[in-house]
């Protein structure tokens, strides 16, 4: 069975960085779009990024675009989002899914559209 575990969650103050981390057993991750949802207390779970095949460009949300960047790194398989200039609002807990058959940089991940999830990471903005 595949499994999905995402790594590199934190408290950082606002305007701070972190960088998460995607892997997957078993699993080749750069052959498939993998994609990074978040959660927060209270609210639904929003796709914020997916990063798709070759050098297509990734998608963002709104909200992140501009301070969120997905990128790969296939000899290790790993993929991760760096997140920079963080603000109170990005905290949320965050997902990593893989096994979507497409990802589009214009085009909102739909979560029935991924197969394999990790059990998330926090990340915590807090001053």
């Known amino acids: 069975q595949v499994q999905v575990v995402e790594s590199g969650g934190g408290l950082v103050q606002p305007g701070g960085s972190l960088r998460l981390s995607c892997t997957a057993s078993?699993?080749?991750?750069?052959?498939?779009?993998t994609a990074w949802f978040r959660q927060a207390p209270g609210k639904e779970r929003e796709a914020v990024s997916c990063i798709g095949y070759g050098n297509a460009d990734p998608y963002y949300s709104d909200s992140v675009k501009g301070r969120f960047t997905a990128s790969r790194d296939a000899a290790k398989n790993i993929v991760y989002l760096q997140m920079n200039s963080l603000k109170l609002e990005d905290t949320a807990v965050y997902y990593c899914?893989?096994?979507?058959?497409?990802?589009?940089?214009?085009?909102?991940?739909?979560?029935?559209?991924?197969?394999?999830w990790g059990q998330g990471t926090q990340v915590t903005v807090s001053s």
């Open positions: 078993a699993f080749i991750l750069h052959d498939y779009p």
């Open positions: 899914a893989a096994g979507a058959p497409f990802c589009h940089a214009s085009k909102t991940p739909l979560i029935a559209e991924y197969e394999y």
